[in-house]
Every structure is written in C-alpha cells, then in structure tokens.
C-alpha cells in the first residue's frame, strides 16, 4: 500500500506541475501586462507544460501504472521504471529548469532589476520525482529475489 500511495502521489504531483509555474521573471515596480514586447512577455511566466510540452503527464501515467504493478505484484522491473521515470523527472527539474529559474532572458536586457525565480511548480516538480524514486527504491529492497 505503502508503494502504490507514493506513485500515485508521485504522478498526481507531476500532473499538477504541468499546470502550475516552473520558472518566473519579477519587473520591479511593474507587472507582465506592462511588457510591450509580447515575446518577452510570454517569459514573465513559464508553465511546467511550456518548458515540457506534456511530457510531466506521460510519465505521470507511466508512473501510475507501474506503481500498480509494483504495489501489487511486487514487480521489480515495474520498481526500476519508477527508479527511472524519477531520475528523468529530477534531470529534468535539476538540469533544465532550474537553470531557468535564474534566467531573465530578453526582459532582463530591457529592465533594469529584473530577477528570474523559480515558481512553485519546480518545487512540486522536484517532489513528485523523489516520491516516485521512494516508491521504486522500497519496491527493490522490499521484495526477496527469486
């Protein structure tokens, strides 16, 4: 039980920083909808489906459905695919966004004190990723080999 609440918590997360802010560029004194340039603008925000183009919610299925697997069959192949959804997951959290998170890009060049931060959604991101790595990691030491 304990394996399939982490996946499915893993998922849920991964599925909810899709939607939700990765990375963000705060104007000091003013606000996006003041940008006049529109493609700098689409920077002030950064969804986790604009830096991923949905690939948070294939994983996040492929990572239900291996939970079920390792939840109820103890598979250990299904606990190396949760072992590896996660590392792809935190790759991408750690190597990708983050990074981001501290780029202002082309707003930075045209206001003075623009300053890129990571949104909530990197942080979920990030979470969703070690729950899945959890739920493999007790998948393999959890189960004898046969």
């Keep these: 039980a304990v394996v399939l609440t982490l996946g ?3 998922a849920l997360l991964l599925v909810a920083a899709e939607f939700t802010t990765i990375a963000w560029v705060e104007i000091p004194g003013r606000t996006c909808r003041e940008v006049a340039d529109l493609s700098a603008a689409d920077r002030c925000e950064l969804s986790g489906f604009e830096r991923h183009g949905g690939a948070l919610l294939l994983l996040g299925a492929l990572a239900v459905l291996m939970a079920v697997g390792a939840a109820r069959r103890g598979s250990r192949p299904a606990g190396l695919a949760l072992i590896t959804v996660a590392t792809l997951v935190l790759g991408m959290a750690l190597l990708r966004d983050l990074p981001e998170a501290g780029r202002t890009g082309a707003i930075g060049i045209t206001y003075e004190g623009a300053d890129g931060r990571a949104g909530a959604g990197l942080f ?6 070690l729950l899945l790595a959890l739920a493999g990691a007790l998948t393999l030491v ?3 080999r046969t």
């Design 8 to 10: 499915v918590l893993g």
């Design 124 to 129: 979920i991101e990030i979470a969703g990723g």
């Design 142 to 144: 959890g189960r004898p």
